[in-house]
T-cell receptor, first 112, second 114 residues
Framework: KNEVEQSPQNLTAQEGEFITINCSYS?????LHWLQQHPGGGIVSLFM???GKKKHGRLIATINIQEKHSSLHITASHPRDSAVYIC??????????????FGEGTQLTVNP | EPEVTQTPSHQVTQMGQEVILRCVPI?????FYWYRQILGQKVEFLVS????????KSEIFDDQFSVERPDGSNFTLKIRSTKLEDSAMYFC????????????FGEGSRLTVL
């Protein structure tokens, strides 16, 4: 079983729709990252969370530490949001605390 | 806005050749990382580096790999004798803090081993 599971793997939406991508993890963590990978391959950090909720523009990220679950929401989606969204966690275990463990990613396509 | 830069953006090499991938992290960052992504697969951790030494490395990071920060600005990943399976996108990243610092990624270096 993967330490980080994302769902769905693929998501197609119409412009303007509200989008949710989910991430579940099985280890204790010190932080969870949401990343965006563009078609060219570059990776951009969207959020880093250790508790609660963060908002940046149309993006909202939440985390429930007890349930080991995080969600990334996109409001009023736009075709430029089309990308792969990746959840990654930093374990709270002492010997592996600096590495990120990545999910498989969610391919989002937003159609006009 | 400060950014992490990587060179080259794409390198093609013959199996068995040495390759050096270069990264310039953000200037006030203290923690440096290399990750790789084989085509169609998820991103994998290779190594973390702090205070001029490796702080953690993965099972992938065997004796064929090495990292160094030769001059206080560049952070390099060397693959001594490349194999076909080393073909991947290699990402450098840096952060101010180890556990809770936001990560900044470079655009990646695509390595193709023939």
């Amino acid at each position: 079983k993967n330490e980080v599971e994302q769902s769905p793997q693929n998501l197609t939406a119409q412009e303007g729709e509200f989008i949710t991508i989910n991430c579940s993890y099985s280890v204790g963590i010190s932080a969870l990252h949401w990343l965006q990978q563009h078609p060219g391959g570059g990776i951009v950090s969207l959020f880093m969370l250790s508790s609660g909720k963060k908002k940046h523009g149309r993006l909202i990220a939440t985390i429930n530490i007890q349930e080991k679950h995080s969600s990334l929401h996109i409001t009023a989606s736009h075709p430029r949001d089309s990308a792969v969204y990746i959840c990654a966690v930093k374990s709270s275990k002492g010997t592996s605390g600096s590495r990120l463990t990545f999910g498989e990613g969610t391919q989002l396509t937003v159609n006009p | 806005e400060p950014e992490v830069t990587q060179t080259p953006s794409h390198q093609v090499t013959q199996m068995g050749q040495e390759v050096i991938l270069r990264c310039v992290p953000i200037s006030n960052h203290l923690y440096f990382y290399w990750y790789r992504q084989i085509l169609g697969q998820k991103v994998e951790f290779l190594v973390s580096f702090y205070n001029n030494e490796i702080s953690e490395k993965s099972e992938i990071f065997d004796d064929q790999f090495s990292v160094e920060r030769p001059d206080g600005s560049n952070f390099t990943l060397k693959i001594r004798s490349t194999k076909l399976e080393d073909s991947a996108m290699y990402f450098c990243a840096s952060s101010k803090r180890e556990y809770t610092g936001e990560l900044f990624f470079g655009e990646g270096s695509r390595l193709t081993v023939l």
